[in-house]
């Protein structure tokens, strides 16, 4: 079945840029979307389209895609980033939605 | 101001029924397709269902096929999840977002641009 991949956690140190990856076949038709969720909270849209960003959201966060390999890339990582980020996409052989496991962030 | 506010959760026995609501407000709520998504204590997102602007296309994840049902209202500009014969493995927190779509050159993409805060759903005896 289609599934997209993520690491679960991933830290990076105040102030670096870290990069979240996110894989999955579907990923090569469809671009990927990325959410940030913070604990106790519904999941915020922070990136679509490859790399654009809905309005609000810091220019540190950015997106690109390869292949079959969705990235969400933040440039200097602020302690406020630390969330868990999940990518989404459409799945390419259903009518389905597709959610990745999820990253864990954390800025040290 | 686009706001999506879920209700109707709570606890259910095993083998219950419970029907949630998403009521919409600041869109024209009959151009957009809508989803479910859930997420049980601790885990990730799962996607759960979606329903075309019109509600002439739904679809739902294979682990809830033949027990949940997505429908709308655009009347009332109201989405609705009806879950039958519920187990324990449907408890978690559940989301209604708001569906968006384009295309890039000749590629497509999808995203869920709004969210609501979500209503909890509990099946336990």
């Known amino acids: 079945s289609s599934e997209l991949t993520q690491d679960p956690a991933v830290s990076v140190a105040l102030g670096q840029t870290v990069r979240i990856t996110c894989q999955g076949d579907s990923l090569r038709i469809y671009y990927a979307s990325w959410y940030q969720q913070r604990p106790g909270q519904a999941p915020l849209l922070i990136v679509y389209a490859r790399n654009s960003r809905p309005s609000g959201i810091p220019d540190r966060f950015s997106g690109s895609s390869s292949g079959n390999t969705a990235s969400l890339t933040i440039t200097g990582a602020q302690a406020d980033d630390e969330s868990v980020y999940y990518c989404?996409?459409?799945?390419?052989?259903?009518?389905?939605?597709?959610f990745g496991g999820g990253t864990r962030l954390t800025v040290l | 101001q686009v706001d999506l506010v879920e209700s109707g959760g709570g606890v259910v026995q095993p083998g219950g029924s419970l029907r949630l609501s998403c009521a919409t407000f600041g869109f024209t709520f009959s151009d957009y397709g809508m989803h479910w998504v859930r997420q049980a204590p601790g885990r990730g997102l799962e996607w759960v269902a979606f329903v075309k602007y019109d509600g002439t296309r739904k679809y739902t994840t294979d682990s809830v096929q033949g027990r949940f049902i997505i429908s709308r209202d655009n009347s009332r500009n109201t989405l609705s999840l009806q879950m039958n014969g519920l187990t324990p493995e449907d408890t978690g927190l559940y989301f209604c977002?708001?569906?968006?779509?384009?295309?890039?050159?000749?590629?497509?993409?999808?995203?869920?641009?709004?969210w609501g805060k979500g209503t909890t759903v509990v099946v336990s005896s």
């Open positions: 989404s996409s459409r799945d390419s052989s259903s009518d389905k939605w597709l």
């Open positions: 977002a708001r569906d968006m779509r384009a295309v890039m050159g000749l590629s497509p993409y999808y995203y869920m641009d709004v």
